[in-house]
């Protein structure tokens, strides 16, 4: 059975940091290209960061320089390290298996695979 499960998310004050893991089942996990995705209340899910089965990295403008994803194919595990974090990052993080081995296209949520979601909450 393929399965995505999250965890490491909760509250945390503007300035703070967490790290969210994935921990994949049922798939070779580095034969895919891998992504998280956030979803606010009321509003679209947004792909926030991307890792390509080549360790290929590439993050949305609003995280660049405060995310990090990084992947261990070993332990089967894909990570989003997340510092300074701001009120605005309060989301739903939820990660995904993308289709294709590169990242070309997971902004438009290509994925067949995706977790049940972790909450993260950025407040004072």
């Known amino acids: 059975q393929v399965q995505l499960v999250e965890s490491g998310g909760g509250l945390v004050q503007p300035g703070g940091s967490l790290r969210l893991s994935c921990v994949a089942s049922?798939?070779?996990?580095?034969?895919?290209?891998m992504a998280w995705y956030r979803q606010a209340p009321g509003q679209d899910p947004e792909g926030i960061s991307c890792i390509s089965s080549s360790r290929w990295t590439t993050s949305a403008d609003a995280v660049k320089g405060r995310f990090t994803i990084s992947r261990d194919n070993i332990k089967k595990t894909i990570y989003l390290q997340m510092n300074n974090l701001k009120p605005e990052d309060t989301a739903v993080y939820y990660c995904?298996?993308?289709?294709?081995?590169?990242?070309?296209?997971?902004?438009?949520?290509?994925?067949?695979?995706r977790g049940q979601g972790t909450q993260v909450t950025v407040s004072s």
């Open positions: 049922g798939f070779t996990l580095d034969a895919y290209a």
């Open positions: 995904a298996r993308l289709r294709t081995t590169s990242c070309s296209g997971y902004e438009r949520s290509g994925y067949d695979v």
